[in-house]
């Protein structure tokens, strides 16, 4: 079964930067390269809301609340994927998780995500 890891997360000021990482294991390279994959968040009292995909071209797109702050990138050789966020605001305050870009029925079981607190 697949396993998906994040990691990374932690405390920054506004206008700060974190990158996230997460692995996935339980899954071939060769599967893993032809998956569109995605970040996600979920922050406190809100739903889960999908702000970035990459391809299995590493074409990527973005939300519109992270449009320009934040990049997505992925390392197929270890099965992972990278968020970096920059200019940081309050509310990018979430737990943030990896999984298939897709829908529910195509995605992996969730990891425990890695919390993101962005305050003064």
């Known amino acids: 079964q697949v396993q998906l890891v994040e990691s990374g997360g932690g405390w920054v000021q506004p206008g700060g930067s974190l990158r996230l990482s997460c692995i996935a294991s339980?899954?071939?390279?060769?599967?893993?390269?032809?998956?569109?994959m995605a970040w996600y968040r979920q922050a406190p009292g809100k739903e889960r809301e999908l702000i970035a995909t990459i391809m299995s071209t590493s074409i990527s797109n973005f939300g519109d609340s992270v449009k320009g702050r934040f990049a997505i990138s992925r390392d197929n050789a270890k099965n992972m994927v990278y968020l970096s966020m920059n200019s940081l605001k309050p509310e990018d305050t979430a737990v943030y998780y990896c999984?298939?870009?897709?829908?529910?029925?195509?995605?992996?079981?969730w990891g425990r995500g890695t919390q993101v607190t962005v305050s003064s």
């Open positions: 999984n298939v870009a897709g829908p529910s029925e195509r995605r992996w079981p």
């Open positions: 339980g899954i071939s390279g060769g599967i893993f390269s032809i998956t569109h």
